[in-house]
Every structure is written in structure tokens, then in C-alpha cells.
């Protein structure tokens, strides 16, 4: 399956979003995720997770690290980055949602599942990025005016696709 034969809503996407990451880490790796799952990628998938600004990538750090336990004592850092997807899904958009068979629920179940289980929104993560998708854009279980992006940096596409860092507040 090619990305243009899918049947479901999808867009060009051109934004700014922010993360927050730790001193020790590059900028826009991945490997966190790839190594433990997120959101939308299960372990083994890599995707890299950004906010729509930098008060919301915040907000969500601090909300990931308290969903595992952690202390947020380690020096952090907010990465700005300038992110133009050819080819990302919009979960935001309630067409979108219904078209892939998910709930309102799907998109604030909590995560990381229960041990050796993915959520549905890991399933349907991997499938995306299976088909060759670029991205995905949903929207903060914290915020739900805001939104997130789940970015399969592995899909980006040559010639119109852009994910360059912007800032980097030390």
C-alpha cells in the first residue's frame, strides 16, 4: 500500500513545535521512544514527539514523567523545531477519528498499557508508519485545545518534507 491509495483524511502540515528533553540526549533523537514505545509507536518503532509550543511540551514532559515515576531533577532543555510533514494524519479532526475506527477514548487512554498489551493508538501508529506515513497530529490529553505530533523521521520525504531545529533554550 502506497501512502497516496489510503483511505483516510490527510494533509501537508507546517508548524514550530517545541519538546523538552535532557542535557545528555540529541535534540530530535528518537531512540527513547524506539526503545520503550510512546503514544503512538510501540517499542521497536521509532518516532519522535513534539508539542505544539514550549509551555505545552512542558507541560507534557512534566506529565510523562510523572505517569513513570520520575523525579525531575535532571537538567532539562526546550527544542524548537521548524517541522513541514507532506504527509500526516490528523487526529485532531473528528472525520479522521471516525474514518480509522478510533474513540474518544482511544485518544486519552493512558499509557504505557499494561505489560506485553499495546493500545490502540500504538496499533494504529504502526500501521501509519508501515504505510509511510510522515506524521501524526492529535491532540494533548492535557490541553485538549492544543495538539501534539508523533513524527516518523524515517518517512521523511525528500523534497519538501523539513525537520531542522530552530532553538534550543540551554
Known sequence: MTPGSMDYPRRQSR?????????????????????FGGRFNPPGVPALYL?????????????????AGLTLLAPRRIVCVRLVL????????????????LSEEDLLAPWPAPKDELTACQLLGERLFLAGVEGIRYPSAIDRTRVNYAVFRDNLRLGG???DLVTQDA
Not at 15 to 35: H, K, Q
Not at 51 to 67: G, I, N, P, W
Not at 90 to 97: A, M, N, Q, Y
Open 15 to 35: 508548524r514550530t513545535p517545541c519538546r523538552v528533553t535532557r542535557d545528555i540526549y540529541p535534540p530530535l533523537g528518537s531512540n527513547g521512544a524506539r526503545l
Open 51 to 67: 508539542a505544539q509550543d514550549a509551555d505545552l511540551a512542558m507541560r507534557e514532559s512534566t506529565r510523562s514523567a510523572e505517569l
Open 86 to 101: 507532506q504527509f500526516v494524519v490528523l487526529l485532531d479532526d473528528p472525520e479522521t477519528v471516525a474514518v480509522l475506527g
Open 161 to 163: 518534507s523539513v525537520l
